[in-house]
C-alpha cells in the first residue's frame, strides 16, 4: 500500500544507485540498434552547477532518457573542462589570502594544486548532476586535459600548423593586467561608465601660437601617440593634412594625416592616433604606415619608451602626473563629464583589460569557418530557434584571426620549441621537434619550449570527436560521430559552437551536429539576471532538498519555451511539487479502488464511452509529447503531459467514474483495469520528465517483475482503435460542466447549493447526450434537475454551448442586485488598474529607462487586467439579462 505521501529523499539516492549499478546508462558500440548521441557541454571545474546547468542537464536527460526508451543506442557523453583562466583566478585568490603567489609556488608546485583542485570539483559537480538525476555514461567520462584528449589537442595543433592555418604574428590583443595574459573578444565586457573627456593642444611644428586639439580619455597613451588623424573633407584642418605637429612632454613630431576614421561630429574632429594601444588606432596605423610606439609593459605600467621619470609608474598614476605636467604647459585646453564604455574583464568584472601588442599564436580562422557557414546555411546542422542562426552568421561573416595563446599555466602547454635562433620547432612530442632541429642544425641544439598554454576553447573545439578516442580509429567514433542534438547557451555559441563546428568539419569531413538547441537565459521571478551581488541567486540544490528532484526537473522543463527565459522561483516548484502530489493521490485511490495492471490489457477493446474517451485521450497526449521532443519544443511536452494528468485523468476521468467502484459488473471490471492501464501510461510518459516518482509508482501499483521504467519501452499505440463518437461525447460533457461551473463561480453561487438546468435549442443529438451522461453532469456540475424547456423564469441567467441554450435560474439562491453591484466594483477598480499601466506603458521615458523586466512585468499585468475584465463585464450581461 503507497504511503499517505511521496517523500523524495526515501527514494532518490535508491533508485540513482540502482539505476547506475544496472547498467542502462552505458551505450554500446556493438550494438545493432541506431545511435542517439548527445555531448554534454562540459563544466567548468571552478566550482558548484547553477541554475543554468540544471536547466542544460535537465533537458539532455529527457531526450536521452527518451530515446533510451525507444530502443536506441543513446550515448551521453560527460566530462569537464579545464577552464584555463577561471580556475587561475580561483587558486591565485586562495594563493593571496595565504599570503603567496603562483610566481612563488612556481609552475610546477602551481600544476600540482590546480590538479589536486580539479578532483575536488569534478567529484562535487559529478555529485550535483546525479542529484539532479542525470543519466549519462559514466563510465566514459573525460576530462579535456586527460591523456587521450591531450593528444587529441597535440596532433590538432601540429596538423593546422603544417597546414599554414595556425601562425605566430604580433597584434594587438586585449591584455589583461592583472592575469597578465591575453583575453578574446569575448571575454571581455564593456561598461558604460562617467569618466572624462580632455581636450589637449597639440603645437604645429614650425608655427608660433597654432595648435590642433584633440580629444582623449586615455591622456596616459599620449605618450605613444604617431600621428594626428582628421577628415579628408573637413574643411577646418584641410590646410594642416601633412603638416607636423609636435607630441606634448615628449616633443616628438607627428604626421598630421587624412583618414576617414575621424569622426568630424566627434570632439573636435582630430584624433590622436596610438597604434600601440588602440585596436582603431592600429588599423590607421596599418593603412598609413605608421610607427608603432607601445609605452606599456604587462603589468600595465610605463616602459622604457616612455620618459625616465613616468618608467615604472602605474598607468593611471601616470595619467594624473601628465595630466599636471599639461596643465604646467597650459596645453590642457578643457575637460568634459561624459559617459563612455570601457572594457573589463569578463570574469572578475574588476581590471580594465588593456589593448597591447604582442607577439601571440594565431588560428586563420576565416579559412576554416567557410565550410562551417555552408553546413548551417545548407541545412545540415541547424539552429533552433532558428533565429540563432543569424547570430552565428554575423559572427562567422566578420571572423577575425583566433587568438590560441594566453600566458598562464593549467592548460595544454603550446607543442612548439624554439631554437638558438628563436626559431621554431612544432612537433606532437620534444624528440619530435629535436629530430626536426637535428635536421636543420646539422647536431642536437638546445631547445626551450613555448611557455604559454592554449586558449580553454582550442581544445573544447575537439570536444565532439577527442571524447570519442580521434585520431584512433574507433568503434565509437564509427558509430557515434556527428551527434545528433546539442543543447546549449546562446552566450557560447561563438566561443563554442562555432569552433566545434570549424573544427569538426576539418578534422572528421562532417559536422559535429545536426541540431543545435539555444536555451534560454534562468532568471529570478522578478525577470532580474542572477547574480551574487543581487542576492538573487537561486541554488538548484537548495530547490532539491526542499520540493525534491522531480518539482525542479519539471518546473525547469515546463518553462522552457524556445526563445523565452525563463524566471524561476520556490513558488513555481512548489507549484510542480503539488503536481507530483495530485500524481501520488490519484495512484493511491486507483489503488484503493483495486485499480491493478492486468496482464493482455488490450485497450481497443473496452465498451465503455468514458473508457473510450480516455484511452483516445493517451493515446493524443503520447503524439504531442513526441511532437514537442522532436521539435525541442520541451515545454509542449511538459504541459501536455501535465495538462493530461492532473485535467483529464484527475480531474476528470477519475471523477466521472468514481462511482462505477462500487458495482463489480463487467463495466466495473473494465474500468478498473482501463484506470490502471492509463496510469502505466501516464507513468512511463511522464519518466524521463519526472524519473523517480514515475519509477516508484510503476514499481509499487503492480507485480513488475523486477522491470522498471527507466530500462523500459516507449509505449507503441499503432494498433490501438480510436473511438471518435466517445470522443466527441465526452468533450461535450466536459464543455457542459464546465460552462456551467464557470457561471456558478463568476455569480457567487454557494458552492453545495444544488440547481435546475433547463435547456432549448438542442439538436437530437445533443437530446441524447442529455440523456445519456445525466446522471454524470448532474453530480459533477451540482444540478438537481435537467429538462428541456424554453421557459425561462424570472432572474434566470442564460448560455449557450455549441448552439445549445442553457438556462439556470439562481434568483433564489443569491441576491442578483448585490450581485450585480459586486461585479461594477471589481470592474472599476480593474478600469483604473488598467489606466494606470496604460499611463506607465505610454510614458516614453519610463518604457525607455526602467529596466527590462520591470516594463515586462506592466504589460502582463495589463493583459491580465483586461481579461479578467472582460470576463466580469460578460458575467455582468448575463446578469442584466436575467
Request: glycine share 6%; with cysteine.
Given at each position: 500500500?503507497?504511503?499517505?505521501?511521496?517523500?523524495?529523499?526515501?527514494?532518490?539516492?535508491?533508485?540513482?544507485?540502482?539505476?547506475?549499478?544496472s547498467?542502462?546508462?552505458?551505450?554500446?558500440?556493438?550494438?545493432?540498434?541506431?545511435?542517439?548521441?548527445?555531448m554534454?557541454?562540459p563544466?567548468?571545474?571552478?566550482?558548484?552547477?547553477?541554475?543554468?546547468?540544471?536547466?542544460?542537464?535537465?533537458?539532455?536527460?529527457i531526450?536521452?532518457?527518451?530515446?533510451?526508451?525507444?530502443?536506441?543506442?543513446?550515448l551521453?557523453?560527460?566530462?569537464?573542462?579545464?577552464a584555463?583562466?577561471?580556475?587561475?583566478?580561483?587558486?591565485?585568490?586562495?594563493?593571496?589570502?595565504?599570503?603567496?603567489t603562483?610566481?612563488?609556488?612556481?609552475?610546477?608546485?602551481?600544476?600540482?594544486?590546480?590538479?589536486?583542485?580539479?578532483?575536488?570539483?569534478?567529484?562535487?559537480?559529478?555529485?550535483?548532476?546525479?542529484?539532479?538525476?542525470t543519466?549519462?555514461?559514466?563510465e566514459?567520462?573525460?576530462?579535456?586535459?586527460?591523456?587521450?584528449?591531450?593528444?587529441?589537442?597535440k596532433?590538432?595543433?601540429?596538423?593546422?600548423y603544417?597546414?599554414?592555418?595556425?601562425?605566430?604574428?604580433?597584434?594587438?590583443?586585449n591584455?589583461?593586467?592583472?592575469?597578465q595574459?591575453?583575453?578574446s573578444?569575448?571575454?571581455?565586457?564593456?561598461k558604460?561608465?562617467?569618466?572624462l573627456?580632455?581636450?589637449?593642444d597639440?603645437?604645429?611644428?614650425g608655427?608660433?601660437?597654432?595648435?590642433?586639439?584633440v580629444?582623449?580619455?586615455r591622456?596616459?597613451?599620449?605618450?605613444g601617440?604617431?600621428?594626428?588623424?582628421?577628415?579628408?573633407?573637413?574643411?577646418?584642418?584641410?590646410?594642416?593634412?601633412?603638416?607636423?605637429?609636435?607630441?606634448?612632454?615628449?616633443?616628438?613630431?607627428?604626421k598630421?594625416?587624412a583618414d576617414?576614421y575621424?569622426d568630424?561630429?566627434?570632439?573636435?574632429?582630430?584624433v590622436?592616433?596610438?597604434?600601440?594601444?588602440?585596436?582603431?588606432?592600429?588599423?590607421?596605423?596599418?593603412?598609413?604606415?605608421?610607427?608603432?610606439?607601445?609605452?606599456?609593459?604587462?603589468?600595465?605600467?610605463?616602459?622604457?619608451?616612455?620618459?625616465?621619470?613616468y618608467?615604472?609608474?602605474?598607468?593611471?598614476?601616470?595619467?594624473k602626473?601628465?595630466?599636471?605636467?599639461?596643465?604646467?604647459?597650459?596645453?590642457?585646453?578643457k575637460?568634459?563629464?561624459?559617459?563612455?564604455s570601457?572594457?573589463?574583464?569578463e570574469?572578475?568584472?574588476?581590471?580594465?583589460?588593456?589593448?597591447?601588442?604582442?607577439e601571440?599564436?594565431?588560428?586563420?580562422?576565416?579559412?576554416?569557418?567557410?565550410?562551417?557557414?555552408?553546413?548551417?546555411?545548407?541545412?545540415?546542422?541547424?539552429?533552433?530557434?532558428?533565429?540563432?542562426?543569424?547570430?552565428?552568421?554575423?559572427?562567422?561573416?566578420?571572423?577575425?584571426?583566433?587568438?590560441?595563446?594566453?600566458?598562464?599555466w593549467w592548460?595544454?602547454?603550446?607543442?612548439?620549441?624554439?631554437?638558438?635562433n628563436?626559431?621554431?620547432?612544432?612537433?606532437?612530442?620534444?624528440?619530435?621537434?629535436?629530430?626536426?632541429?637535428?635536421e636543420?642544425?646539422?647536431?642536437?641544439?638546445?631547445?626551450?619550449?613555448?611557455?604559454?598554454?592554449?586558449?580553454?576553447?582550442?581544445?573544447?573545439?575537439l570536444?565532439?570527436?577527442?571524447t570519442?578516442?580521434?585520431?584512433?580509429?574507433?568503434?565509437?567514433?564509427?558509430?557515434y560521430?556527428?551527434?545528433?542534438?546539442?543543447?546549449?547557451?546562446?552566450d557560447?555559441?561563438?566561443?563554442?559552437?562555432?569552433r566545434?563546428?570549424?573544427?569538426?568539419?576539418?578534422?572528421?569531413?562532417?559536422?559535429?551536429?545536426?541540431?543545435?538547441?539555444?536555451?534560454?537565459?534562468?532568471?529570478?521571478?522578478k525577470?532580474?539576471?542572477?547574480?551574487?551581488?543581487?542576492?538573487?541567486?537561486?541554488?538548484?540544490?537548495?530547490?532539491?532538498?526542499?520540493?525534491?528532484?522531480?518539482?525542479?526537473?519539471?518546473?525547469?522543463?515546463?518553462?522552457a519555451?524556445?526563445?523565452?527565459?525563463?524566471?524561476?522561483?520556490?513558488?513555481?516548484?512548489?507549484?510542480?511539487?503539488n503536481?507530483?502530489t495530485?500524481?501520488?493521490?490519484?495512484?493511491?485511490?486507483?489503488?484503493?479502488?483495486?485499480?491493478?495492471?492486468v496482464?493482455g490489457?488490450d485497450?481497443?477493446?473496452?465498451?465503455?464511452?468514458k473508457?473510450?474517451?480516455i484511452?483516445?485521450?493517451?493515446?493524443?497526449?503520447?503524439?504531442?509529447?513526441?511532437?514537442?521532443?522532436?521539435?525541442?519544443?520541451?515545454?509542449?511536452?511538459?504541459?501536455?503531459?501535465?495538462?493530461?494528468?492532473?485535467?483529464?485523468?484527475?480531474?476528470?476521468?477519475?471523477?466521472?467514474?468514481?462511482?462505477?467502484?462500487?458495482h463489480?459488473?463487467?463495466?466495473?471490471?473494465?474500468?478498473?483495469?482501463?484506470?490502471?492501464?492509463?496510469?502505466?501510461?501516464?507513468?512511463?510518459?511522464?519518466?524521463?520528465?519526472?524519473?523517480?516518482?514515475?519509477?516508484?509508482?510503476?514499481?509499487?501499483?503492480?507485480?513488475?517483475?523486477?522491470?522498471?521504467?527507466?530500462?523500459?519501452?516507449?509505449?507503441?499505440?499503432?494498433?490501438?482503435?480510436?473511438c471518435?463518437?466517445?470522443?466527441?461525447?465526452?468533450?461535450w460533457?466536459i464543455?457542459?460542466?464546465?460552462?456551467?461551473?464557470?457561471v456558478?463561480?463568476?455569480?457567487?453561487?454557494p458552492a453545495?447549493?444544488?440547481?435546475?438546468?433547463?435547456?432549448?435549442?438542442?439538436?437530437?443529438?445533443?437530446?441524447?447526450?442529455?440523456?445519456?451522461?445525466?446522471?454524470?453532469?448532474?453530480?459533477?456540475?451540482?444540478?438537481?434537475?435537467?429538462?428541456e424547456?424554453?421557459?425561462?423564469?424570472?432572474?434566470a441567467?442564460?448560455?449557450?454551448?455549441?448552439?445549445?441554450?442553457?438556462?439556470?435560474?439562481i434568483?433564489?439562491?443569491?441576491d442578483?442586485?448585490k450581485?450585480?453591484e459586486?461585479?461594477?466594483?471589481?470592474?472599476?477598480?480593474?478600469?483604473?488598474?488598467?489606466?494606470?499601466?496604460?499611463?506607465?506603458?505610454n510614458?516614453?521615458?519610463?518604457?525607455e529607462?526602467?529596466p527590462?523586466?520591470v516594463?515586462?512585468?506592466?504589460?502582463?499585468?495589463?493583459?491580465?487586467?483586461?481579461g479578467?475584465k472582460?470576463?466580469?463585464?460578460?458575467?455582468l450581461?448575463?446578469?442584466?439579462?436575467?
Open positions: 500500500m503507497l504511503d499517505t505521501t511521496f517523500d523524495p529523499k526515501s527514494v532518490e539516492e535508491k533508485y540513482y544507485k540502482e539505476w547506475e549499478e547498467g542502462v546508462f552505458g551505450a554500446n558500440p556493438e550494438s545493432s540498434a541506431d545511435p542517439f548521441t548527445i554534454m557541454p563544466p567548468n571545474v571552478t566550482g558548484s552547477l547553477h541554475i543554468g546547468h540544471a536547466l542544460n542537464h535537465t533537458l539532455q536527460d531526450l536521452i532518457r527518451y530515446n533510451r526508451m525507444k530502443g536506441k543506442d543513446a551521453w557523453q560527460p566530462g569537464t573542462d579545464h584555463s583562466i577561471a580556475v587561475h583566478m580561483v587558486l591565485e585568490r586562495q594563493l593571496a589570502s595565504e599570503g603567496t603562483r610566481q612563488k609556488l612556481g609552475r610546477e608546485g602551481f600544476m600540482e594544486r590546480a590538479w589536486a583542485w580539479k578532483e575536488e570539483c569534478k567529484t562535487n559537480i559529478v555529485g550535483q548532476l546525479k542529484r539532479l538525476g543519466t549519462p555514461d559514466w566514459r567520462e573525460r576530462f579535456t586535459m586527460d591523456e587521450g584528449l591531450s593528444e587529441a589537442v596532433k590538432v595543433f601540429v596538423q593546422l603544417n597546414e599554414k592555418l595556425i601562425y605566430r604574428a604580433n597584434r594587438l590583443v591584455w589583461d593586467p592583472k592575469t595574459t591575453v583575453l573578444d569575448l571575454e571581455v565586457e564593456l558604460e561608465v562617467k569618466g573627456m580632455w581636450y589637449i597639440y603645437p604645429i611644428e608655427e608660433q601660437e597654432l595648435y590642433i586639439t580629444a582623449t580619455t591622456p596616459e597613451t599620449l605618450l601617440d604617431t600621428a594626428i588623424a582628421v577628415h579628408p573633407d573637413d574643411e577646418r584642418y584641410k590646410d594642416l593634412i601633412g603638416k607636423y605637429a609636435v607630441v606634448p612632454i615628449v616633443n616628438r613630431p607627428i598630421i594625416i576617414e575621424s568630424p561630429e566627434k570632439g573636435t574632429g582630430a590622436k592616433i596610438t597604434p600601440a594601444h588602440d585596436f582603431n588606432d592600429f588599423e590607421v596605423g596599418q593603412r598609413h604606415n605608421l610607427p608603432v610606439i607601445s609605452v606599456l609593459n604587462k603589468r600595465a605600467e610605463l616602459n622604457e619608451n616612455a620618459p625616465e621619470d618608467r615604472g609608474m602605474d598607468r593611471f598614476d601616470a595619467r602626473k601628465i595630466l599636471v605636467e599639461l596643465e604646467e604647459l597650459e596645453l590642457l585646453k575637460v568634459e563629464n561624459i559617459k563612455h570601457v572594457p573589463y574583464d570574469k572578475s568584472k574588476s581590471t580594465i583589460v588593456e589593448p597591447f601588442l604582442t601571440q599564436w594565431y588560428v586563420d580562422a576565416k579559412t576554416l569557418a567557410k565550410p562551417a557557414l555552408e553546413a548551417v546555411r545548407s541545412g545540415k546542422t541547424k539552429f533552433v530557434p532558428q533565429q540563432w542562426e543569424n547570430t552565428y552568421f554575423a559572427w562567422l561573416e566578420n571572423i577575425q584571426p583566433w587568438c590560441i595563446s594566453r600566458q598562464l592548460g595544454h602547454r603550446i607543442p612548439a620549441w624554439f631554437g638558438p628563436d626559431e621554431i620547432y612544432v612537433a606532437e612530442t620534444e624528440e619530435e621537434a629535436m629530430a626536426q632541429a637535428r636543420s642544425h646539422g647536431q642536437d641544439v638546445p631547445l626551450r619550449q613555448e611557455e604559454d598554454v592554449l586558449d580553454t576553447w582550442f581544445s573544447s573545439a570536444w565532439p570527436f577527442s570519442l578516442g580521434w585520431p584512433e580509429k574507433t568503434p565509437e567514433l564509427d558509430k560521430y556527428p551527434g545528433d542534438v546539442l543543447i546549449t547557451s546562446f557560447i555559441i561563438f566561443f563554442w559552437v562555432a566545434m563546428m570549424m573544427m569538426g568539419i576539418h578534422f572528421m569531413g562532417d559536422v559535429p551536429f545536426k541540431t543545435v538547441y539555444m536555451h534560454a537565459l534562468v532568471r529570478d521571478e525577470g532580474q539576471k542572477m547574480s551574487k551581488s543581487k542576492g538573487n541567486v537561486v541554488d538548484p540544490l537548495v530547490l532539491i532538498e526542499k520540493f525534491g528532484t522531480d518539482a525542479v526537473r519539471f518546473t525547469m522543463t515546463a518553462m519555451a524556445q526563445g523565452r527565459d525563463i524566471r524561476i522561483s520556490e513558488q513555481r516548484v512548489e507549484g510542480y511539487r503536481f507530483a495530485k500524481l501520488w493521490n490519484a495512484s493511491r485511490f486507483c489503488e484503493m479502488n483495486g485499480c491493478k495492471p496482464e490489457f485497450p481497443s477493446a473496452v465498451k465503455d464511452a473508457n473510450k474517451w484511452v483516445s485521450e493517451v493515446v493524443k497526449t503520447k503524439a504531442l509529447v513526441e511532437k514537442g521532443l522532436e521539435e525541442c519544443k520541451f515545454n509542449d511536452s511538459a504541459l501536455s503531459l501535465y495538462q493530461f494528468s492532473w485535467g483529464t485523468f484527475c480531474d476528470w476521468y477519475v471523477e466521472l467514474i468514481k462511482p462505477t467502484f462500487s463489480d459488473d463487467d463495466i466495473a471490471i473494465e474500468t478498473r483495469a482501463t484506470a490502471a492501464w492509463v496510469l502505466d501510461q501516464i507513468l512511463t510518459l511522464l519518466n524521463p520528465f519526472m524519473p523517480y516518482i514515475t519509477e516508484e509508482l510503476y514499481k509499487s501499483l503492480g507485480d513488475r517483475k523486477g522491470q522498471n521504467l527507466i530500462s523500459g519501452s516507449w509505449p507503441d499505440y499503432s494498433d490501438i482503435k480510436l471518435t463518437e466517445a470522443e466527441n461525447d465526452l468533450a460533457v464543455k457542459i460542466i464546465t460552462e456551467i461551473r464557470s456558478r463561480s463568476d455569480m457567487n453561487v453545495k447549493a444544488k440547481i435546475m438546468l433547463q435547456y432549448t435549442d438542442a439538436s437530437d443529438e445533443t437530446q441524447r447526450r442529455f440523456k445519456e451522461y445525466e446522471e454524470v453532469i448532474r453530480r459533477l456540475a451540482r444540478l438537481e434537475s435537467i429538462k424547456s424554453s421557459d425561462a423564469p424570472k432572474g441567467l442564460q448560455t449557450i454551448v455549441g448552439g445549445t441554450t442553457l438556462i439556470l435560474p434568483a433564489d439562491l443569491i442578483l442586485d450581485e450585480r459586486r461585479l461594477q466594483k471589481e470592474i472599476g477598480k480593474l478600469d483604473t488598474d488598467i489606466n494606470k499601466i496604460a499611463q506607465k506603458l510614458n516614453k521615458k519610463f518604457v529607462n526602467a527590462k523586466e516594463v515586462e512585468e506592466q504589460k502582463n499585468r495589463q493583459v491580465q487586467a483586461i479578467a472582460e470576463k466580469l463585464s460578460i458575467a450581461k448575463q446578469l442584466d439579462a436575467a
